[in-house]
């Protein structure tokens, strides 16, 4: 059973920075990719960042394009999403997701992935 492990979140002043972490843990862990999705009060869930774990390219919403980072480290087996210039609309709790080991669809959707960590708190503050 693979686990993932958020953390990193917190209260933040707009303009400022935070930097998320995902630790994946597992008898034998082994991802397709990894993703950020975020979810606000009251709102659906939406894609924020995705990365391939072979070869690291990585997908952006359109709203964190230029602001926010996916990385890995492979031999931490940990994601993570430095978010820069964050803006209250931001503001959400934030999910670590990661696919199983073949591809199962579009990146940019919930379903679509495998394993959900349990969420982290992101809020910023006007």
């Known amino acids: 059973q693979v686990q993932l492990v958020e953390s990193g979140g917190g209260l933040v002043q707009a303009g400022g920075s935070l930097r998320l972490s995902c630790a994946a843990s597992g008898r034998t862990f082994s991802s397709y990719a990894m993703g950020w999705f975020r979810q606000a009060p009251g709102k659906e869930r939406e894609f924020v960042a995705a990365i391939k774990w072979s070869g690291g390219d990585t997908y952006y919403a359109d709203s964190v394009k230029g602001r926010f980072t996916i990385s890995r480290d492979n031999a931490k087996n940990t994601v993570y999403l430095q978010m820069n210039s964050l803006k209250p609309k931001d503001t959400a709790v934030y999910y670590c997701?990661?696919?199983?080991?073949?591809?199962?669809?579009?990146?940019?959707?919930?379903?679509?992935?495998?394993?959900w960590g349990q969420g982290t708190q992101v809020t910023v503050s006007s």
């Open positions: 997701a990661a696919m199983g080991r073949l591809y199962r669809g579009s990146l940019y959707r919930g379903p679509s992935y495998d394993y």
